[in-house]
């Protein structure tokens, strides 16, 4: 089975992964709605957990995958906890815009 992963080369998952990296940095900087900037968070964390997987296996150490499965709890955690200030910033503004959130100041 192992070489059957090895057959795409380790700079396919090297440049895709960058792929999703920079499109998950891209959405963060220019989107305004916050629903969306989380997503792009976790598309960016998905992009680190895509090369631990490649290097790991290619590299025939587990350390990589079991990095993926700790990185996976703090994107869940991350999500819950976000998602539950979201609620509470819309609650507040009527709003998921991220530019209203210097009303919360007062």
């Known amino acids: 089975m192992l070489e059957t992963i090895r057959i ?3 700079e396919h998952y ?5 792929l999703l990296f920079v499109i998950g940095i891209f959405g963060v ?13 976790e598309l960016m ?4 957990n895509l090369l631990l997987a490649a290097f790991s296996t290619y590299l025939s ?11 996976m709890v703090v994107a869940a955690a991350e999500a819950a906890v976000g998602l539950g200030i979201l609620v509470m910033i819309y ?3 009527k ?12």
Request: glycine share 2%; with cysteine.
């Open 61 to 71: 150490d587990a350390q990589g995958q079991i990095m993926v499965f700790f990185i």
């Open 91 to 93: 609650r507040n503004t």
């Open 29 to 41: 900087l220019t989107r305004r709605n916050a629903i969306v900037v989380l997503m792009c968070i």
């Open 45 to 48: 964390l998905n992009a680190v």
């Open 95 to 106: 709003s998921t815009d991220i530019s209203l959130l210097d009303k919360l100041r007062h």
């Open 14 to 18: 090297v440049l895709y992964s960058t």
């Open 8 to 10: 795409i080369p380790i």
